[in-house]
């Protein structure tokens, strides 16, 4: 399902957008109603104004069948880069 992260540094709300909500066709609501996640928080995480923190990293990470720590290994290498 998703990409290797390796040798990617976007921001973690640009993959969340391209590899998982675009490729389905999944909406912030839809996402956000899945995973009680709030939704203006889910677009503030795609506009790339905030960094998505360990608990919705945690819950996108379930929610889509990801290994705990994929968004915060996103984050990380998108903070060493």
Partial sequence: M???I??????SGTILKDRFLDP???????VSMATSINEVLLNQI????IEIDPDTGLKLANYFGLSD???FRIKRIHDLS
């Fill in 24 to 30: 389905f066709r999944l909406t912030t609501q839809s």
């Fill in 46 to 49: 795609i506009e790339g104004t």
């Fill in 6 to 11: 390796d040798k990617h540094r976007e921001h």
């Fill in 69 to 71: 720590d994929y968004f």
């Fill in 2 to 4: 998703a990409k290797s």
